[in-house]
């Protein structure tokens, strides 16, 4: 009898705070088929697609209560379907490189992302500290900050004071 009542508290429990993620748009609208969905993270277990509240779109199961980390396996669309905290006006809805965790970031942490629009914010929420700082070009992150204002500030003054002389 006690397992009875421990079981019916668990699914009770699951019931109350599981909660479905936010409808997104897999490639078919067969939500549960292999391959219309991008695979869900392996960490935590028993995370699924299933139809959205609208017809048409998909949504993850059962949010997990953390999603900025502990993950394995997170793509883009699962972290729009259950995003992570805001940052300040941006939501956590891109995974980061890791895949371990949704961030917020101004565009996606993945090949995918424009190119020469990388940002110290962005790299930072994206990589870590591994690779906090744009490259000056915006092209990429990198480990060191790279300030080629420094360079051109130097120059201009030495050009202005050449000039004065």
């Given at each position: 009898?006690?397992?009875?009542?421990?079981?019916?508290?668990?699914?009770?429990?699951?019931?109350?705070?599981?909660?479905?993620?936010a409808d997104v748009t897999c490639?078919?609208?067969?939500?549960?088929?292999?391959?219309?969905?991008?695979?869900?993270?392996?960490?935590?277990?028993?995370?699924?697609?299933?139809?959205?509240?609208?017809?048409?779109?998909?949504?993850?199961?059962?949010c997990p209560s953390n999603t900025?980390?502990?993950?394995?396996?997170?793509?883009?669309?699962?972290?729009?379907?259950?995003?992570?905290?805001?940052?300040?006006?941006?939501?956590?809805?891109?995974?980061?490189?890791?895949?371990?965790?949704?961030?917020?970031?101004?565009?996606?942490?993945?090949?995918?992302?424009?190119?020469?629009?990388?940002?110290?914010?962005?790299?930072?929420?994206?990589?870590?500290?591994?690779?906090?700082?744009?490259?000056?070009?915006?092209?990429?992150?990198?480990?060191?900050?790279?300030?080629?204002?420094?360079?051109?500030?130097?120059s201009s003054l030495l050009l202005?004071?050449?000039?004065?002389?």
């Amino acid at each position: 009898m006690f397992i009875k009542k421990l079981i019916l508290f668990w699914t009770l429990v699951n019931f109350l705070f599981a909660t479905q993620g936010a409808d997104v748009t897999c490639s078919g609208t067969a939500c549960t088929t292999p391959g219309n969905c991008p695979s869900v993270p392996t960490t935590p277990t028993s995370l699924a697609w299933q139809n959205g509240a609208k017809s048409g779109l998909c949504a993850i199961n059962n949010c997990p209560s953390n999603t900025s980390s502990g993950l394995v396996g997170a793509s883009d669309l699962f972290c729009q379907s259950c995003p992570g905290s805001t940052t300040g006006q941006a939501k956590a809805v891109y995974s980061n490189t890791q895949m371990t965790g949704c961030v917020a970031a101004s565009a996606t942490c993945g090949n995918s992302r424009t190119p020469n629009t990388w940002s110290n914010s962005d790299c930072l929420a994206c990589n870590g500290s591994s690779q906090q700082y744009a490259k000056p070009d915006q092209s990429g992150c990198t480990a060191q900050q790279q300030s080629s204002s420094n360079i051109l500030l130097f120059s201009s003054l030495l050009l202005l004071s050449l000039l004065l002389i």
